[in-house]
């Protein structure tokens, strides 16, 4: 059975159902204590990449590329998705969307202590650092608090912060998005 009749503890790997229909997010899944999926050796050299793009003195664990918003991530994630299924051109025309789109792009870098949140500049180089979190249970919930089927699943690569801070992975690959909610809700060390 997918939900749990006894609310007060959910399997790890399970979601609760919601019962009101504006209950936040982080109150609804659990935090990640074990890792229950493995990053890739290439997200962790792309995120080692970053890390020393971005000049950090830090081992990175994974990297996620996201939007700002939730309506250019759905105008330029899904053209950047459709791109990349277009053959012989299909890189070109997802270079020059990503061009045309980096100023509503983010990095989210975790690292063995810190999750940190970059603009992005041309071709994957970190801007601005926007925002850093300390690593730990309860820092970031994946997923959308609405009740509805078609804002599940538009938002299911939503990050959101305990700060409050909301970052879109694109809709189809969000396995990177995965792998930040997962490494940023363990704790450092562990």
């Not at 299911?156 to 995965?178: C, E, P, S």
Request: one cysteine or more; proline letters at 7%; hydrophobic letters at 45%.
């Amino acid at each position: 059975m997918p939900f749990s009749k006894n609310l007060t503890t959910p399997p790890l790997h399970y979601c609760r159902r919601m019962e009101a229909p504006n209950e936040q997010p982080a109150a609804l899944q659990p935090a990640f204590q074990q890792r229950s999926i493995e990053v890739r050796p290439y997200n962790a050299r792309m995120a080692k990449r970053m890390a020393k793009r971005a000049t950090l003195p830090e081992n990175a664990v994974a990297v996620a590329f996201t939007f700002n918003n939730l309506f250019t991530m759905v105008v330029f994630g899904i053209l950047e998705d459709i791109a990349k299924l277009i053959p012989t051109a299909g890189g070109i025309i997802e270079m020059a969307i990503s061009l045309a789109s980096f100023y509503w792009h983010r990095v989210v870098l975790v690292t063995d202590r810190h999750v940190y949140i970059y603009r992005d500049l041309p071709f994957h180089r970190p801007g601005k650092q926007l925002n850093v979190f300390d690593r730990g249970p309860g820092l970031v919930a994946i997923g959308s608090p609405k009740t509805g089927w078609w804002s599940k699943f538009i938002r299911r690569g939503q990050l959101t912060f305990n700060d409050g801070t909301v970052v879109y992975h694109g809709i189809l690959w969000i396995k990177r998005a995965r792998y930040v909610a997962q490494e940023g809700n363990i704790a450092p060390g562990h």
